[in-house]
């Protein structure tokens, strides 16, 4: 399968815990996004990579979140001392043309307790 | 404002026919890209369909086309011969390339049903 995969596909945890998210963009794609849905609503942009580099935060990205993108492959999002309100599905997107469609992966659910 | 306003939260269609779901978008930026992706209860976002601000004939892949009008701002998803296979939730999403953004606005989505 050489589409975008995400890891974990569900995730439950407590709220005040940290999770890390990980995903892996098509090979040749050099552009990687993060967005963020919650029920009833489309996806949220929260950030965007060019290779390694982060060129774009929306403001839905708090502090508790980080995101990084070492080596321009694989990224991974990390959200500190989760809340209820963090529980979304996270999906990420790599994209390889500027004007291109950007390919999603699976998502990762997210529920906090 | 919204920049992308998908009016209908969900549609009906029997199979075989063929359905409209509509579209319409907000920006002054001159140069953008319009998308359609398809959402399955898997959850797992499909890339359909492109059209670019200054293309001059409409998208078409396969069973879909987007009936893009410029002037009016909108981009409807139109999608022939209906199968059940086509029931999930379908997004309409904008990129504005001029701005130099990156990401794209999504609609609130419209959940297509196919009547067997």
């Known amino acids: 399968d050489t589409g975008v995969s995400q890891n974990p596909r569900h995730k439950i945890t407590k709220r005040g815990q940290n999770v890390t998210f990980r995903c892996d963009p098509i090979s040749e794609h050099n552009r990687l996004y993060w967005y963020r849905q919650t029920l009833g609503q489309g996806p949220e942009f929260l950030t965007y990579?060019?290779?390694?580099?982060?060129?774009?935060k929306s403001r839905l990205l708090s502090d508790r979140f980080s995101a990084e993108r070492p080596k321009g492959s694989f990224s991974t999002l990390e959200i500190q001392r989760t809340e209820q309100g963090d529980s979304a599905m996270y999906l990420c997107?790599?994209?390889?043309?500027?004007?291109?469609?950007?390919?999603f992966g699976p998502g990762t659910r997210l529920t906090v307790t | 404002a919204q920049k992308i306003t998908q009016t209908q939260p969900g549609m009906f269609v029997q199979e075989k026919e063929a359905v409209t779901l509509d579209c319409t978008y907000d920006t002054s930026d001159p140069s953008y890209g319009l998308f359609w992706y398809k959402q399955p209860s898997s959850g797992e976002m499909i890339f359909l369909i492109y059209?670019?601000?200054?293309?001059?004939q409409n998208a078409t892949e396969g069973r879909y086309s987007l009936n893009f009008q410029k002037a009016r701002k909108s981009a409807n998803l139109v999608i022939s011969a209906s199968q059940l296979g086509d029931s999930a939730m379908y997004f309409c999403?904008?990129?504005?390339?001029?701005?130099?953004?990156?990401?794209?606005?999504f609609g609130t989505g419209t959940r297509l049903t196919v009547i067997p």
């Open positions: 059209q670019g601000s200054y293309d001059q």
């Open positions: 990579f060019q290779n390694e580099a982060q060129l774009e």
């Open positions: 999403a904008m990129r504005e390339v001029s701005s130099g953004a990156n990401n794209l606005f």
């Open positions: 997107a790599s994209s390889g043309r500027k004007t291109g469609g950007q390919y």
